[in-house]
């Protein structure tokens, strides 16, 4: 199971490969946008989600989230792109993006809102061990 951590460090790999310079990739422990990079065209903002908890002290580690904490953390994702949207100060080299683990839950619940996902203008990536898929 990936860990929110997982996804970052896969996500990052993944755009340095396509090109970008990450200026900040945060751990679960702090606070902020989860992942900046940037290239030529853009500065991409990304709120990052796991399928499961990375805090060894928590209930939850090691175990896959449920339909409703899904669904609270791809709420919280899709606010934070907001944020970035809504703050971007009319810098149009801004892009928001979340990424998410790709699993059956995960895809249940992004398949139903990604068109208006696409119309908000918010990039979504889902990430597994071995790949990431931009929608």
Known sequence: MLTENDILE???????????QVKQQLSTKQTGIDL??????E???VE???ETSSKLETSRYGKIFNGAQ??????????????????????????????LPDNEGHRKIVNKI?????????????????SVTEL
Not at 10 to 15: T, V
Not at 36 to 41: K, L, M, R, S
């Open 10 to 20: 896969i996500l990052r790999s993944y755009l340095v490969g396509k090109g970008y």
């Open 36 to 41: 900046i990079a940037e290239n030529v065209d």
């Open 43 to 45: 500065i991409l903002y």
């Open 48 to 50: 990052a989600k796991g």
């Open 70 to 99: 899904i669904k609270s953390h791809i709420s919280r994702a899709i606010l934070s792109a907001f944020e970035v949207i809504s703050g971007k100060s009319g810098n149009p080299k801004t892009q928001a993006a979340i990424a």
């Open 114 to 130: 990604l068109p208006a996902l696409h119309h908000s203008n918010i990039r979504v990536y889902l990430v597994s061990f071995d």
